[in-house]
């Protein structure tokens, strides 16, 4: 994923005005502090006092101890929140996306889009009057320094980026630990079961893929959908046993055998748009209908909204079912 960045339309002079807003909405005093933390006190902070928190990049963040006005600026935040009763008041476009991850669609509904992966929206995430801001992967010195001015900001996803440490995290910053606790319980104990009910199959070889226009991509190591993988014991094919450069590895049509297995999961980013019917192209190439996983009738088509992006809990409780559904007789 590329770094957080500002908007390029958002020049010095919008800049400038978005901070004096979010120092007028959120600080008593903006500027006579030696840090960028907003105040205890300061308007549109919940009331039930603060707490300090220790973030994903080693920063301690105070926060109100229930926080009521959230925003999620990455996909895994959104997930997070949603997954722990909490509906944010604002939230990022998810990869391909013009709003929420395709998965999240119905449980997103009428939340604001203030930013999108590229970058937040600086002057709609000050209009959204947070009270915590759950900024992701969020690196960029200068972005995170703008959201501080607007409500305290957490930086969420480690270089692990890891959803189980993310949604524990997340838990202590909403005031949800014990339900971040019980989810990733029910988690492993749904793992456990389906891995069981795998039998044999819990050792095949499995592929991961996504399809665009630009061509077929494959998901390696250090991303989402290859932890929920090795929970259950999978094994993977050829490079997708290694740590990819990105978020995941484009490959040519001539190249496409590298991503057939034992079992195929393939799917686009959304039903909608630019990717609508790439699936039956897809399934017409000779390449693809070549593979063993397709001629086996192990190929499965899935939400790359959900299997092949940034993830999180509710992503990967859904991807144990889409498992179950498809390899589980």
Known sequence: MPSTRIPSRLSRRTAAVALAIACGVVLSACGSSEDDSPKSGAAGTSGGGRTSVTDASGTKVEIPKTPERVVALSEMDLDSALALGVKPVGLSAGRGQKGAPEYLTRQAQGIPVVGAVTGPDIEKVVQAKPDVILAGQTADAQVLAQLRKIAPTVVTIDNTKSWK?????????????????????????????????????????VSVARYSAKGTAVMQQGVFISDVLKDLGFKRPGIQNEKGQGHSTPLSDENLKEIDGDWLFIGTLSSAGPDKGLLDQLQKKPAYRELNSVREGHATLIDGSKWTSLGGAEAADSVLGDIRKAMVK
């Not at 997340?170 to 891995?195: E, R």
Request: proline content about 0%.
């Open 165 to 205: 440490k993310s949604l524990e995290l997340t838990g202590q910053v909403l005031g949800k630990a014990d339900a971040a606790k019980k989810f990733l319980a029910d988690y492993d104990t749904k793992a456990a079961a389906l891995k069981k009910d795998l039998g044999a199959k819990a050792g095949a070889t």
